[in-house]
């Protein structure tokens, strides 16, 4: 069980304003009585004009914050001849240390000791020699400015510190959403690769007995087989797809390049006339192919024979393998029988495939590339590097 953060007491701001203008106050008046008594006689309009310097001092010390220079300029010139704005001036020199540049402090410290000079020099003290007063101001200025100085870069690092924290917790929100949407495209490709080539042969096929009046029992009996064995393999392939997903990686086994000639036979089956032309021996384990590359490469060729099957139903469909410096990979449809594309009802194509093609040729650094033929028919082709 972790432990929480243990919060640190602090007075709350008012009370630390009232606390540093009062204490300097009380400071100062003891200061100015005590020379009053030992510095005799004093003139008392002189103590009384310090007293009125070092309230004026000290209740100027409640704009530190807004107005540090102006304030610490003020309790500093006060200073030069009233005991009792000492204190005031060391508070507001502390205060510009915290909030101001180096520069202003550095002016301000060089500042507060040519006004304490001076005051030594006005109202000099016989029982104290003037080496050991010039130590005290200097030590005592010093570590005034020190400690506000530490303070302001404990504030800084602590900013700087929130600005990490803050800058990581976007990343990481960023971090998340980007894998969450680069999820949800793996999840659209793999459902659109998997079940739209099923459930296009169960269109084309369902077409084709909605058309087919005429058709034998045999024929008839052929084509409700087909549409009863594709609908049973999509159910497959969506239960393969959500095991993936629930599953750790690598526990399912996905497509590789050998089940292309199993794909190939499959369409063949289903009334697609495919030739599967594979001069460099890929699909039949003549050449390694990478399980990533193997994989982009039968999506490709299924994605290809379902556009052709939804777009010109029984045309003869090419698939060439090919390659040296990188593996080719090329479908080519011609154009399909007169009449049967009429016959034939299926959904127009929303370009997701293609897109997805795109997008996973991009992922092993290949590249895609379709457009129609001159004997109008419709060619696709994939340019994959060979797995070093």
């Not at 084709?208 to 049973?232: G, K, P």
């Not at 036979?265 to 460099?280: F, K, M, Q, Y």
């Not at 399980?291 to 469909?317: I, M, S, W």
């Amino acid at each position: 069980m972790s432990r929480l953060p243990e919060r640190r007491w602090s007075w709350p701001p008012r009370a630390r304003d009232v606390a540093l203008i009062v204490l300097p106050a009380l400071v100062g008046l003891n200061a100015v009585l005590n020379r009053a008594e030992i510095l005799a006689p004093v003139s008392s309009w002189l103590n009384t004009l310090d007293l009125v310097a070092g309230v004026v001092a000290c209740a100027s010390l409640w704009w530190r914050r807004r107005f540090p220079l102006v304030v610490a300029s003020l309790a500093v010139a006060m200073s030069t001849f009233a005991e009792s704005a000492s204190p005031a001036a060391l508070v507001a020199l502390f205060t510009v240390a915290i909030h101001c540049s180096v520069r202003a402090t550095a002016t301000m410290f060089v500042t507060n000791l040519v006004a304490l000079g001076g005051y030594a020099a006005l109202r000099p003290d016989p029982a104290v020699p003037l080496w050991a007063l010039a130590g005290l101001f200097v030590s005592g200025t010093a570590a005034v400015v020190a400690w506000g100085l530490l303070i302001r870069s404990r504030r800084q690092l602590v900013a700087s510190l929130r600005e990490r924290a803050a800058a990581a917790e976007v990343e990481a929100t960023l971090r998340a959403e980007r894998s969450q949407h680069e999820a949800r495209e793996t999840l659209a490709r793999e459902m659109h690769d998997v079940l739209g080539h099923r459930l296009s042969l169960l269109s084309v096929h369902a077409g084709a007995l909605a058309y087919a009046r005429e058709a034998s029992q045999e024929e008839t009996a052929r084509a409700a087989d087909v549409i009863r064995e594709n609908a049973h393999r999509a159910l497959q392939d969506l239960r393969e797809v959500i095991g993936v997903l629930r599953a750790p990686v690598g526990e399912l086994p996905l497509p590789t390049v050998e089940d292309i000639a199993e794909l190939i036979e499959e369409a063949s089956r289903a009334g697609t006339p495919v030739e599967l032309r594979d001069g460099h021996g890929v699909t039949t384990g003549g050449r390694a192919v990478g399980d990533t590359v193997g994989r982009t490469l039968y999506r490709f060729v299924q994605e290809c024979l379902t556009n052709a099957r939804k777009h010109a139903p029984g045309a003869p469909v090419v698939v060439r393998i090919t390659g040296d410096d990188h593996l080719v990979s090329e479908v080519e449809n011609r154009e399909p029988p007169p009449g049967t594309a009429d016959r034939v009802e299926h959904p127009a194509g929303s370009g997701e495939g293609l897109r997805g093609l795109a997008e996973r040729a991009a992922l092993v650094g290949g590249d895609v590339e379709y457009g129609p033929t001159t004997s109008g028919g419709w060619r696709t082709s994939m340019r994959l590097p060979w797995p070093a």
